[in-house]
Every structure is written in structure tokens, then in C-alpha cells.
């Protein structure tokens, strides 16, 4: 069964930092990009970054560039989401989402999605 599993989230004081963690099984993640999504109560479902299949080049959104950033292990299955100085405005829930080949700019285009873990900023 392919799963994306996400982890790492919790409570931070706003500056702070928090690493995310997203781990794929039942797959191989060469062929997929991988976008980080978050939504917080109220809002729409928000593209954080995407990483292309190789994790050569990163998309990010204007909102977390410099602060935010993305990586990826293909030969581990793993990909992660660097998240440095913190405002509340980033409390959210963050999903990981896998998609065939390349990076799309919408939701519903990914394939495969994670549990989503919780990020609260708050002092």
C-alpha cells in the first residue's frame, strides 16, 4: 500500500524552528515530486514548496521563502520541510503529497497524500 507519513510537528514559540519529517512507503519517490501543503482552520489548503523528482529545484511560496526549506532523500524515502523563524501565521496543519514527475500548483493533483501533523506557533 503507498503511504506518506508525516511527523515532527508540535508547539514553538514564534522565531523558533521546527524540521518535518515525511516518510514513503510502498513506493519508489525517483518518479514523484514532492509538495508540502499546509491548511490552517478556516483557510484553503496552502502550497508550502514543491521538490522536484531529483530535488535539483525547489518552488516555494512567496510567503515562506527564506525562512522555509525543502529537502529530499530519495535512496531513504524520506523528505523534509526546514522550517526557521516562525510566526503564528504558520500554525498549521502540513501535509506532504506525492505527484507523478513534476510539481503542480494545485491540490488535487497529487497523488498521494500524507496524515498531515500539526505545527502551532505561539508563545
Known amino acids: 500500500q503507498l503511504q506518506l507519513v508525516e511527523s515532527g510537528g508540535g508547539l514553538v514559540q514564534p522565531g523558533g524552528s521546527l524540521r518535518l519529517s515525511c516518510a514513503a512507503s510502498?513506493?519508489?519517490?525517483?518518479?514523484?515530486?514532492i509538495g508540502w501543503f499546509r491548511q490552517a482552520p478556516g483557510k484553503e489548503c496552502e502550497g508550502v514548496l514543491c521538490i522536484d523528482t531529483s530535488g535539483g529545484r525547489t518552488n516555494y511560496a512567496d510567503s515562506v521563502k527564506g525562512r522555509f526549506t525543502g529537502s529530499r532523500d530519495n535512496a531513504k524515502k524520506k523528505v523534509y520541510l526546514q522550517m526557521n523563524s516562525l510566526v503564528p501565521e504558520d500554525t498549521a496543519v502540513y501535509y506532504c503529497?506525492?505527484?507523478?514527475?513534476?510539481?503542480?500548483?494545485?491540490?488535487?493533483?497529487?497523488?498521494?497524500w500524507g496524515q498531515g501533523t500539526q505545527v502551532t506557533v505561539s508563545s
Open positions: 503529497a506525492a505527484a507523478e514527475d513534476e510539481c503542480f500548483g494545485y491540490p488535487q493533483e497529487y497523488d498521494y
Open positions: 510502498g513506493f519508489t519517490l525517483d518518479y514523484y515530486a
